[in-house]
């Protein structure tokens, strides 16, 4: 059985940091690119940082470059969203994704609160 369980959300005031985990379960985590979305309401979901499966190449989006990092843990089965500078903007529910062509899993996502 395929789980993608997020942790690590929270409320956090305007230049913090929040340290999202996803603990992966049900597959082969090695050979899936992993990724962070968000979803803020009222709008469509973001590709916020993905990292790929083999060499681990990265990649964010332009509004969190610079102050968000993605990393994996191919032994423990786990991604990882180091968020720092937090703008009441990073407002959303946080969603963990596995990628795999064919196959793509979500998590039940986790919210993230910025205040001003």
């Known amino acids: 059985q395929v789980q993608l369980v997020e942790s690590g959300g929270g409320l956090v005031q305007s230049g913090g940091s929040l340290r999202l985990s996803c603990a992966a379960s049900?597959?082969?985590?090695?050979?899936?690119?992993m990724s962070w979305y968000r979803q803020a309401p009222g709008k469509e979901r973001e590709l916020v940082a993905a990292?790929?499966?083999?060499?681990?190449?990265?990649n964010y989006a332009d509004s969190v470059r610079g102050r968000f990092t993605i990393s994996r843990d191919n032994i423990k089965n786990t991604v990882h969203l180091q968020m720092n500078s937090l703008k009441p903007e990073d407002t959303a529910v946080y969603y963990c994704?596995?990628?795999?062509?064919?196959?793509?899993?979500w998590g039940q996502g986790t919210q993230v609160t910025v205040s001003s």
């Open positions: 994704n596995a990628d795999y062509g064919i196959h793509n899993f």
């Open positions: 990292i790929r499966s083999a060499g681990g190449r990265t």
């Open positions: 049900g597959f082969t985590f090695s050979s899936y690119t």
